[in-house]
């Protein structure tokens, strides 16, 4: 059964940078992509992107672009996704999942909450 | 690239049925057989409960249903339960530079 463990709950001042890990287990990591979704407070799930595991390739939504890099360590099946120059409306709740295929993400993290606050 | 348009709310009795549009564009929704949808209840991970516009993942109950017309999707949800109440979310792939995007969401009461 595939699984996906993320670190717990993180304050990060405004300005700062924020690297959240996902590490995977009980498939073979390589062979599907990771995706990455936050939820702000009150608000839906917001697409970032996604990294393609066997080689590295991302994607990453247009809102994101210069801010967000994604990358995956095979070694130890983790991946990673940092967020710089936070604001306060960065603050959610930030969501790896496995990409199954297009737009589906059969499996995901428990999340790890931002909150980004002086 | 927008988020799809979902209503905000949808509610049934028990035993009843509800349904849920997903409206997007000939860019997205109406372009490709690529929409997923997702149950959240708040405070877990969302759930994936159907892929390639109405197929359903392993374990996921056939009281759920998907089907699409145009730039449209439609997520049913039959013989509604207790647990089916949480927030609903439509997700569809729209290109090449975007991939994927979701709905706004449907929060669902079983009344």
């Known amino acids: 059964q595939a699984q996906l463990v993320q670190s717990g709950a993180e304050v990060i001042k405004p300005g700062a940078s924020v690297k959240v890990p996902c590490k995977a287990s009980?498939?073979?990591?390589?062979?599907?992509?990771i995706g990455w979704v936050r939820q702000a407070p009150g608000q839906g799930l917001e697409w970032m992107g996604w990294?393609?595991?066997?080689?590295?390739?991302?994607n990453y939504a247009q809102k994101f672009q210069g801010r967000v890099t994604m990358t995956t360590d095979t070694s130890t099946s983790t991946a990673y996704m940092e967020l710089r120059s936070l604001r306060s409306d960065d603050t959610a709740v930030y969501y790896c999942?496995?990409?199954?295929?297009?737009?589906?993400?059969?499996?995901w993290g428990q999340g790890t909450l931002v909150t980004v606050s002086s | 690239q927008s988020a799809l348009t979902q209503p905000p709310s949808a509610s049934g009795s028990p035993g009843q049925s509800v349904t849920i549009s997903c409206t997007g564009t000939?860019?997205?929704?109406?372009?490709?057989?690529?929409v997923s949808w997702y149950q959240h209840h708040p405070g877990k991970a969302p759930k994936l409960i159907l892929y390639d516009v109405n197929k359903r993942p392993s374990g996921v109950p056939d009281r759920f249903s998907g089907s699409k017309s145009g730039n449209t999707a439609s997520l049913t949800v039959s013989g509604l339960q207790a647990e089916d109440e949480a927030d609903y979310y439509c997700?569809?792939?729209?290109?090449?530079?975007?991939?994927?995007?979701f709905g706004t969401g449907t929060k669902v009461t079983v009344l």
């Open positions: 000939s860019s997205d929704v109406g372009g490709y057989n690529y």
């Open positions: 997700s569809s792939y729209a290109n090449s530079n975007t991939f994927d995007v």
């Open positions: 990294i393609h595991t066997y080689n590295g390739n991302t």
């Open positions: 999942a496995r990409r199954e295929q297009v737009a589906t993400l059969d499996y």
């Open positions: 009980g498939y073979t990591f390589t062979s599907y992509g």
